[in-house]
């Protein structure tokens, strides 16, 4: 029986994810934040007569995750699967976006991914094997659309870090995959476009017009999203096939965005989204930059 952990299970690709693994009889660790939000998860896996874990785990704060990884250790021994799901979303401009939010989003996106992956990396190397799975975005493999450029540095960052640390646990027998998911119904995308609501919007932001825009914009991309259950079909097959890229993107619109992208410059690329943005919104405040 493999072992799994998961992070960021209440909802979305994480609970989908959990699920999965559960279905096929995995000792499933589907761990999230705050003990209740997940009632979602735990009445899915009931209906479903699944057997489920959930620890408690923060990946934001060092404590949590070493306590929750040695409670799991203790009560069933080593981890053999480790998903790095776990993320949120905070929309604004490089100016004007709190520093709080922005640290936020790289202290989940990306620090919370490194304290897991110290916390397992250790007993995966003593049993010689293990998959690490780091779910990233199709924003860490395109160019950053305004006003998401924390999200989507914290996600670049992610990627870069596992193409070294790929490179650096191979020799003891451990994978590492990240995916790259396009545009899915998870919270994290809800979560983004409310932040963004143009109730939230400061008169005195000078970025308060487009950061609307943009909010549009998110909104409609949305109404196109996938199923989280995809993701989750895609993290089995990548713990499951060995031959899976480090980067590998999930989703139609993640596959066609990079085969558009190729070799295209920003500056080639920049206009075409705004083209494409203003189709689905109107026009951008301001006009937009030839």
Known sequence: M?????????????LETALAFARRGDRVHACVR???????????????NLTLDVPRLDVTDDASVAAAVHGVRERHGAIDVLV?????????????????????????NLWGPLRT??????????QGSGVIVNVSSLAGRTFAVPHGGFYAASKAALGTLSEALSAEVRPFGIRV?????????????RDSSVAVAPSDLSAADPY???????????????EGAGDCGE?????LAAVDDPGTPLHTPVGKDAETALEYLGSASYEQWLPAFLQQAQSLVGPRPGGAPE
Request: glycine share 8%; hydrophobic share 40%; proline share 4%.
């Open 2 to 14: 493999t072992s799994v952990l998961v992070t960021g299970c209440s909802s979305g690709i994480g």
């Open 34 to 48: 705050d003990p209740d939000t997940a009632g979602e998860l735990l009445r899915r896996a009931r209906a479903e």
């Open 84 to 108: 790095n799901n776990a993320g949120i979303d905070r929309t604004g401009t490089v100016e004007t976006m709190p520093q709080s939010d922005a640290r936020a989003v790289l202290e989940t």
């Open 117 to 126: 992956v110290r916390a397992v990396l250790p007993s995966m190397r003593a």
């Open 177 to 189: 995959v990240c995916l790259e998911p396009g545009s899915f119904a998870s919270r994290i995308n």
């Open 208 to 222: 308060t017009a487009d950061r609307a825009w943009t909010a549009r914009f998110l909104a409609r991309v949305q």
């Open 231 to 235: 993701v989750a079909e895609a993290v």
